[in-house]
């Protein structure tokens, strides 16, 4: 089993490795120190998930806490047939694309005049240079994107995850993860030849 | 340079600091357990209850529908 180096030690908990933390966490009655341990190793990437999915420092940190409360209600359901990080990884995907969701009926049901608008990295970056214009480019393109396209892009790209543990997080293959962005590089270049008509290294 | 690739360029901001995002998480978690375990209990009172007084309102039942009400019997005494 995998010890996380960057685990702290509540309660003499931070040698144990995820796996056997998650099943402490599982006994107990309520948000113990298994829990809270479990907490403080995951709480960095967990943030940036969210970050990158939820656009916006504040729906972020939102999202992250749900992420938890969540995992507190599902930490007995990790089988094991990934590595823990993995699975947390698709309860952190799983939460972001419910709550995106969610704030996107909010917002057809009241409207353009609404007073909450979805933030996105491409709304909160400066423009000035050509990478930070490339940049937000390519967020607005990933907006028109299907939510679970738009997540699977960003943890590929954004986050480097190979297609085995992409395949874990979206419950799917690999191959069908490969088969995916390479249809929504296609889809992309065909919207922003701009941005995708240079010949492309075909990492995805 | 592949469009995708600046993806990973950009930079996430630094992670909420361990105290306020765990009372947060906390502020999150505890009214929905009160509300979790307050739902089990009343399923589980209301489950007690009716096994503790099916009797009690079979008996009531029985009396509406008839106009007797069971005798009580003492102990080892026989049925007439």
Redesign the interface.
Known sequence: MRVNPETSDIAGLGGLADEQLAAQAAREGSDGAAFTALMDRYREKVWRVCWRLMGGQHDAEDAAQEVFVRLFFERGKFAGRSTYSTWLHGVAIRTCLMLRRSRSRRQRREGPGGDEQIATHADTQASGSNAVDASHDIHKLLEGLDEEDRALVLMRFGESHDYEQLAEMFGTTAGACRMRISRIREKLSAKAGRLFGEPVDKKG | M?????????E??P??A?RT??A???R??HP??LALHLIEFAFGATGWALVHMASALAAAVRYTVTGSWPERRKTGEKRR
């Not at chain 2, 592949?2 to 990973?8: I, K, N």
């Open positions: 592949d469009p995708f690739e600046q993806l990973a360029e950009i996430v901001p992670v909420p361990a995002f765990t947060g998480v906390r999150k978690l929905r357990l």
